[in-house]
């Protein structure tokens, strides 16, 4: 079997002209792995909405319900950050869905990528930053209750600490929750994972790099995880306009091939979302995206899987 790769066409919802999250990247991400046959139609998979209840593994029933109907208030939406519509909505849940079956997957194959998913600002009773449900969370939840695994690390590299996720596993021994991330940068209030790593701005690629290999490998001789889940946002980028870190792309691509190379040569199998990423040149952006895939169809090879 060939790396499996999840995308659905509803990942992509309609925003308003100009708003400064860019849903085309996902379509856009999709289409530019198969134009440079780094998949095929074939490595594809769809995946399906979540039920309500797994949802609620993680969220409380009055917030999820409150986003499926619309009825959150101003205050709560405008912490969201997008315009609430059907179609997001859709987007929201269907991307939970592929962030699942990508777990699902991992653990049969070893690797899976998502084109979606690192909504890691998203709170039990409400959503933050452009997430609104928190797809790690909810899938290291669904795999708990499926007894499919019983520990899991998540690996958040995104430039934002994983605010929520930390908040949402703290006092959990069975989720391990390690956020690299930039130190002066949202959110302004921190939570606590079990390893947090602030770094400082406008930090490059060596550096950055030889940071994660200080901590990368001794937390999987500890904690031993059924299953690594690898938020690879590429907001660190110094062409990002939400970033303040400066890696290059060469420095995202080394990034993913060492998380994923050390994870599997030490045989732990990884689930990776493609987290933030903010900038103006769109093509960019997706290409930044496509790296974490690149990577992985590379290692995925490498390691025969």
């Not at 039920?51 to 405008?78: C, F, M, N, S």
Request: glycine share 8%; hydrophobic share 40%.
């Amino acid at each position: 079997m060939d790396l499996p790769i999840i995308y659905h066409p509803d990942y992509v919802a309609a925003l308003p002209e100009g708003h400064r999250f860019p849903m085309p990247k996902f379509s856009k991400l999709h289409d530019m792995l198969l134009a440079d046959g780094v998949a095929t139609p074939e490595q594809i998979h769809a995946p399906e909405p979540p039920p309500q209840q797994w949802i609620e593994l993680v969220h409380t029933p009055e917030y999820a319900q409150a986003y499926y109907q619309g009825t959150l208030d101003a205050k709560a939406q405008r912490r969201i950050g997008l315009p609430w519509s059907p179609a997001l909505v859709k987007r929201t849940c269907r991307a939970v869905g592929g962030t699942i079956l990508t777990a699902q997957l991992a653990l049969n194959c070893g690797l899976a990528c998502n084109t979606a998913g690192g909504t890691h600002h998203a709170f039990p009773t409400y959503g933050s930053g452009f997430c609104i449900f928190n797809d790690l969370a909810i899938s290291a939840r669904v795999l708990q209750q499926l007894n499919l695994v019983q520990k899991i690390l998540i690996v958040d590299l995104d430039v934002h600490q994983g605010d929520g996720t930390a908040f949402i596993f703290q006092g959990d021994r069975s989720v391990f929750t390690f956020s690299m991330h930039c130190e002066v940068n949202f959110p302004g209030t921190k939570q606590q994972s079990d390893l947090d790593v602030p770094l400082p701005v406008g930090m490059e690629d060596d550096e950055y790099l030889q940071t994660l290999a200080n901590y990368l490998p001794d937390l999987l001789s500890e904690i031993k995880p059924d299953l690594v889940l690898y938020d690879a946002g590429v907001d660190p980028h110094a062409g990002d306009r939400l970033g303040k870190l400066s890696l290059t792309d060469t420095g995202i691509f080394r990034r993913e091939m060492q998380v994923l190379s050390t994870c599997l040569a030490a045989g732990y199998p990884v689930a990776c979302v493609i987290g933030g990423g903010y900038a103006d040149d769109l093509d960019s952006l997706v290409y930044r995206h496509s790296l974490l895939h690149r990577a992985a169809s590379e290692v995925y090879r490498q390691y025969r899987l």
